[in-house]
């Protein structure tokens, strides 16, 4: 497993930043991180140790960015045999509230799933287009963030960002199965609540923590440790599995 190519888009946001800061620690991976964040990018790689990681400006809702992203591995000749998607976006109004579904314009509708949903579907896509990554019996892995929103309905969520990430869910469990003939694994995690920036600007006024039956909410590092499993060897029998990571939350 030494030296492993594994791309992270959204780096720069909280659960991004975990992972890529898990995965450096465990010292065997390449990081390519990607964000449209450039000065966010920065803080996350300038924290890494290792001279072989790299970051990317990448606009996931852009196919052409994208495209630009592994042409620029490819002159490298590298070839990523691992991606995550952290990524995804939930608007809120101007006092910080959720948008409900009379509020919710089709321009709002329409950016929310083409970060979130088409973005994913973009990234996979490019990922296993890359020459070589069905043909080396390498076990490429993909692991998408989806949001326990997407199982549960939400209620602190925008109906455009829970229902974007229901597809984030059916989307992996399709690659999961028309792949798995190559050896492609690909697997969702599905967080609860956690202490991020995107769930912090939604949060209401009641106690929340207190609905976990863990007692607390999650933390960016929880899902981390979801994801470096997904990526381990202990997981080459786990594909189109959606692994929540809640404390409880949501059991089915």
Known sequence: MNNQVVIISGASGGIGRAVAKLL??????????????????KEVINDLPGGENQSFIVDVGDKKSIKKLFNEL??????????????????????????????TSIDLWDRVFQINSTGVFLMCQAFLNQKGVLTEKDNPRIVNVSSAAAQLGGYRSCPAYIASKAAVIALTKSIARDYAEYGVLANCVCPGLIDTKMFQQGNPADNVASKVPLGRLGEAEDVAGAIAFLLSPDSLYITGASLDVNGGYRMA
């Not at 450096?24 to 990018?41: F, M, S, V």
């Not at 490298?76 to 976006?89: D, P, S």
């Open 24 to 41: 450096a620690r465990k010292g065997n991976y390449q990081l390519i991180l990607c964000d449209i964040d450039d000065e966010g990018l």
């Open 74 to 103: 490819s002159d490298q000749n590298l070839k990523a045999t691992f991606l995550i998607n952290t990524f995804g976006i939930s608007p809120v109004d101007s006092k910080g509230d959720r948008i409900g579904l009379d509020k």
